[in-house]
């Protein structure tokens, strides 16, 4: 008989099976760097870039800072835009017809060619790295708030208007609470982008982050730097999606415990 | 003078001047491919305060319609519906819909207390009040308990709850034991019955299931299919305290086979 494994189990088994893989990838890259005699500024191989991380560990850590400066604010930016134009889009048809189109034509704005003319307008500072990091995340965040707003079910509005309550009350009491996991689902995906983001808006042209820590590397045949920055890119997405499933369990207790209940089952 | 003359209308029913719930004449159709469907025809009933009425019928006979009427989320096509003698029922009654509609984010409590907040009663006092009926209603443990937690006997008691809270003297139950086993639904039946005994409410409830009606109410009303009309509106006379146990007594029988006859069409 299939006993399902429990749930320490089943998450040693995970981490298992998505660890082997990469460190699989990452010791064939070590020896064939190492047999090949391959140039470091070509291909650096994995101990040359732990190394490079080590070394430059302050330069990392102050273009780090930056980057997350950016994408925090930028994806808090978002979060307010994505918010407000979900809800509007739930609760005005006017609006979800006139609004709601230009939402998905932002979307189909290159950022790559965006970005450059955002420093032309607003320079080397910080506000063009906010306005990439907005733009690439307010979108999933507004489909996510629209969706939930919009997924109350009929019978539980019935429910509450028989109550005698007012629109509102039915918003911040059915609508709002039931909308939550949706946001959460949607900022799941925003928080990546909003790395990724800041680091593109540094690309075209900043004074400090890994953007433009990456560039001057690239530009110096610092390789192994290079892939420093990119293992910290890393470790910060990573870092920010935990957070954020972190924050979901804490404020959403009943939506996890269900799930864990239907995993039970 | 008025007064004098709906009294005649009301005829056959227990008429007082203040009955819990009035219905006169009521009527309604749905737009179906730009034609009329017509669900209800005048419909005319009363049940008088604390009097526990039932409504019966085949499916697609208009019940749940009538109940959505009645607690004021639709307004009939032709004639009044009244609450306590106003027409205003939005608020004044309490309605209980045939899910059990628990917001999966509250706890039990928080569930329960939902229509007292709606009305504005301050959360403290609200939960206060619902802990006690958690106590009469054998919930007692369980008021941190989300609904993904609770069995389905255990979430419908905390709808009715609910629905009791809400305030009003008139609840208006939709099948609320329809999707429960035969087994829970039983033991639902004297819960709901020593509950409604003290409790003093006006209870108007929707099934399909006669013996449920029989065994529950004062006065059974049979709505005919489609469109549906009151074809008998049966005054039971069984004794009080009713329990499990008349359902197998020589009366209940002969009262279900007279009830199954007039859903069925045969004229008594």
Redesign the interface.
Known sequence: MFRPPTMTRFHTVTWLLAALPVLGILALWEVIVRALAIDPVVLPAPTRVLAATRDSAGLLAMHTRQTLLEAAIGLALALLAGCSLGALVTLSPFLRRSVYPLLVVSQTIPMIALAPLLVIWFGFGIVPKLLVVALVCFFPLSVAVADGLGSAEPETVRLLRSMGATGWQIFSKVRMPQSLPYLFSGLKISVTYAVIGAVFGEWVGAYEGLGILMQTAKNSYRTDVVFAAILVTSILSVGLFGIVAMLERLMLPWHVRGAGRQRKQ | MARESTRTVQGDSAVTDAAAVGVVGLSKAYALHSTALPVLQDIRFDAAPGAFVSVVGPSGSGKSTLL?II???EEPDSGSVTVGGTARR??????M???D?L????TALDNAI??L???GTPRREARAQARELFAVAGLSGFEAA?P??LSGGMRQRVAFLRTVL?GGSVLLLDEPFGALDALTRSEMHEWLLGLWERLSVTVVLVTHDVEEALLLSDRVLVLSPRPGRVVLSYEVRLPRPRHRAMTVSEAFVRDKALLLDAIHGVVS
């Open positions: 959505g607690a004021g989320l939005l608020g004044a009654v309490a309605y819909p045939q899910a509609t917001l999966p984010w509250r939902l229509g907040e709606v009305r989300y993904s937690a809400t």
